[in-house]
């Protein structure tokens, strides 16, 4: 009865610790969000009048006074911002000052063109840097390894912007074998996908590396050579399923990354998704669209934070302690 007890006492703490881990990490995604809309509202104010967009320059000082009100831009920022969150709450983030038509049906009909670049870019990414990192962290040294780590040191160098513009010089303007722009055909999704995933190809090809040769030189992996294992089910069955943990980790926040980078590679490809959307409304001063953006774009990211984060916590239970 005694062991009995103790283990439904032992289960009762851990359930209250899961909960209070959760409750935490609920809390902060929460509190970033919070903290990303105030920057963001912030932001936007100091880009300028969005008058002098929207009127023309000898517009009366009558007429913008008067766009001001209707706009509520009169208002004190405090007040402003707190009806920004009222209605954000309800999913209502105003009506675009250029589109006329609200922010939030915009962000909806460009998100799918953003999701379908990310996802693209992490296959292309995941296709190259798995089978590259496994390979050099096989036989580290070979010619394998070093064209990894080549591809790795120009991945994390160069800017995707200029990965970008060479993609199009060669294979656009010299070839003429890829169009320079738009959606609608598996073509026109090769090069943004390139430009995006290149870099994170880099990152993902690195940690797999590491990873890789740390599990290789553990004992367990020693004892199965010993027992005579045959290398490529030492490699695939236990060295793999081991060092894939922080692989998936970083997979996981990088596609959020990749979500949040595909500004400046849709806008050299006019590729008709979010990122685009945000460089046009900033240019327009259209504060509802990028606070709507914004956002959408750092939910996606919290959430894929929070997700992880609570999946480690299933995991391995140090980390619910640990984060107490």
């Not at 359930?15 to 959760?22: D, G």
């Not at 913008?64 to 405090?78: A, T």
């Not at 609608?184 to 090069?191: D, H, N, R, S, V």
């Not at 992996?221 to 980790?249: C, Q, Y």
């Amino acid at each position: 009865m005694g062991c009995a007890r103790c283990v439904i006492q032992y289960h009762k703490h851990g359930n209250a610790i899961m909960k209070e881990f959760i409750f935490q990490r609920v809390l902060q995604s929460i509190v970033t969000l919070i903290g990303v809309t105030i920057i963001v509202f912030c932001i936007v104010r100091l880009t300028g009048d969005p008058t002098d967009v929207l009127l023309p320059l000898d517009a009366p000082e009558e007429v913008r006074i008067q766009v001001y009100k209707d706009w509520g831009f009169d208002r004190p920022w405090p007040v402003q911002y707190l009806i920004f969150i009222l209605n954000a709450v309800k999913g209502d983030f105003g009506e675009s000052l250029r589109w006329k038509v609200p922010a939030l049906s915009l962000v909806k009909d460009r998100l799918p063109a953003t999701i379908e670049l990310a996802v693209v870019s992490s296959i292309f990414s995941l296709l190259f840097a798995l089978p590259m990192g496994i390979l050099s962290s096989i036989k580290p040294g070979s010619i394998v390894d070093k064209l990894g780590k080549t591809v790795a040191l120009f991945g994390q160098a160069v800017p995707p912007f200029w990965v970008g513009m060479m993609l199009i010089l060669i294979f656009s303007v010299h070839w003429k074998i890829l169009p320079t722009s738009g959606r609608g055909t598996w073509q026109q999704l090769i090069m943004p996908s390139i430009t995006i995933g290149w870099f994170f190809t880099a990152s993902v090809m690195r940690l797999t590396r590491s990873s890789m040769l740390e599990v290789l030189r553990s004992e367990y992996i020693k004892l199965a050579r010993i027992k005579g294992l045959s290398e490529v089910f030492v490699v695939g069955k236990h060295a793999l399923k081991n060092a894939a943990i922080p692989v998936i980790t970083m997979i996981s926040l990088q596609f959020g990354a990749i979500l949040g980078g595909a500004v400046i590679t849709e806008t050299i490809f006019t590729w008709p998704g979010m990122g685009r959307l945000v460089v046009e409304a900033i240019f327009a001063r259209d504060y509802s669209v990028v606070q709507a953006a914004v956002l959408v774009f750092a939910t996606f990211f919290v959430g894929i934070n929070l997700s992880v984060d609570l999946l480690y916590g299933l995991l391995d239970p140090r980390i619910r302690y640990e984060g107490r």
